[in-house]
């Protein structure tokens, strides 16, 4: 068996074996779809509070028609 700088061993795998890079595609798709996750429910977040600070300077400028307007069809 051959032994790294340390004493350790070292890897039966070779760097550029398949069972590594396809560890490291699986991860790189987990980080992806992560972080477009946590985009779409900042998106969603940040509208939710523009709508909240849009009524709520309505309120406070005295305003009794803050209500969302709805369109008939």
């Known amino acids: ?5 340390g004493g350790r ?5 070779a760097p550029g074996d398949d ?11 987990i980080v992806f779809a992560t972080l477009t996750v946590g985009l779409v ?3 969603l977040l940040l509208s939710k509070l523009i709508d909240m600070s849009q009524e ?10 803050c209500g969302a307007v709805e369109v008939p069809r």
Do not use: F, I, V, W
Request: net charge neutral; glycine share 6%.
């Open 19 to 29: 069972a590594n890079s396809h560890l490291s595609t699986r991860g790189l798709l």
């Open 56 to 65: 709520e300077d309505c309120a406070l400028a005295h305003r009794y028609n």
């Open 9 to 13: 061993p070292a890897s039966p795998a």
């Open 41 to 43: 429910l900042g998106y």
């Open 1 to 5: 068996m051959m032994k790294q700088e």
